[in-house]
């Protein structure tokens, strides 16, 4: 009789045990993790929809572009560089218009920016592993941005393009323009060898 409890005990307990510690570790897994707040800077962010002006602490800002602006699905260190390049781009028009209505709009504009509502959707139950990657990169890279002779760079950046030298204009510009940007594009590509990246660093310059 003793044998037959043990036996039940051994064949219906280790299987609960089992399944209990393989939920409290997807609990874990699935956790979200925080920003770092290392500034309390805000964007005022302009939604193209809506009209609003929504102020947006740097770091959620850039989160919600790297988010917008490159896929989930990419290396890490893609992620990184992308937020070093997406918060250069905004502190650069953080000066610039310092002393207008707002800072950026939210669409390609500017930078793509989502917020949490726009990736819960996006994402669905894979939102809390695809944001904690996201974060990762930008608490990797906190404050970290780019600059030139003690400026913060105009940090622009593409998706898909091929590798020349270009020279970016203002819209309403001609050949009197008091000024020109630089850039150079390098591209690589994914592990998979499918996708090209590049990451386009700019200067402004006199002319």
Not at 137 to 146: F, Q
């Amino acid at each position: 009789m003793k044998k037959i409890f043990l036996y039940t005990v051994v064949v219906v307990g280790i299987p609960f045990f089992v399944v209990l510690f393989w939920k409290n570790e997807s609990e874990i897994k699935l956790k979200e993790i925080h920003l770092n707040y290392l500034s309390n800077v805000m964007v005022r962010v302009k939604r193209e929809k809506t009209g609003d002006i929504q102020n947006v602490l740097l770091e959620e800002y850039v989160m919600g572009v790297v988010a917008g602006e490159m896929p989930v699905s990419f290396e890490i260190e893609a992620l990184k560089a992308q937020s070093v390049a997406s918060r250069s781009y905004v502190i650069r028009r953080l000066i610039n218009n310092k002393d207008q209505e707002y800072d950026v709009v939210d669409t390609v504009s500017n930078q793509v920016y989502l917020d949490e509502d726009d990736l819960k959707n996006k994402w669905g139950d894979k939102y809390i592993e695809y944001i904690n990657k996201i974060k990762t990169s930008v608490n990797d890279t906190s404050m970290e941005y780019l600059e030139y002779d003690g400026e913060v760079i105009d940090a622009l950046f593409a998706s898909v393009l091929s590798r020349f030298r270009v020279t970016f204009l203002p819209s309403n510009s001609n050949s009197s323009s008091s000024w020109r940007s630089l850039v150079r594009l390098i591209g690589f590509k994914t592990n998979d060898g499918s996708k090209s990246i590049f990451i386009i660093y700019g200067l402004t310059v006199p002319r």
